[in-house]
């Protein structure tokens, strides 16, 4: 099983990025996507049901940020919009078998840089 998250990079404020994580090896009941600021503790982003779509964010970035899924190519992907310099971090894609699991599996993470 294998995570491979890609499309962070560097972008002004009030700029737009859009993650991408390609998943094999099996299929998930959710996938998600968290972070983790330089001195800070892992903070969840946001989490998409794979196969009803539901979908479900942190409330700084409600409004800002859109996970959605393709099913044909097995990616989730996290459009972030009006970034904020507070939005620095490394972004992981994570992904859970069932509804009620812990996220099982991670990627490698991908940088984002919010410069102001």
């Known amino acids: 099983v294998q995570l491979q998250a890609s499309g962070g990079g560097l972008v002004q404020a009030g700029g737009s990025l859009r993650l991408s994580c390609v998943a094999s090896g099996r299929t998930f009941d959710t996938m998600g996507w968290f972070r983790r600021a330089p001195g800070k503790e892992r903070e969840f982003v946001a989490r998409?049901?794979?196969?009803?779509?539901?979908?479900f964010y942190a409330p700084s970035v409600k409004g800002r940020f859109t996970i959605s899924n393709d099913n044909a190519k097995n990616t989730v992907h996290l459009q972030m919009n009006s970034l904020k310099p507070e939005d620095t971090a490394v972004y992981y894609c994570?992904?859970?078998?069932?509804?009620?699991?812990?996220?099982?599996?991670w990627g490698q993470g991908t940088q984002v840089t919010v410069s102001s």
């Open positions: 998409i049901s794979w196969s009803g779509g539901s979908t």
């Open positions: 994570a992904a859970k078998r069932t509804a009620w699991s812990a996220y099982d599996y």
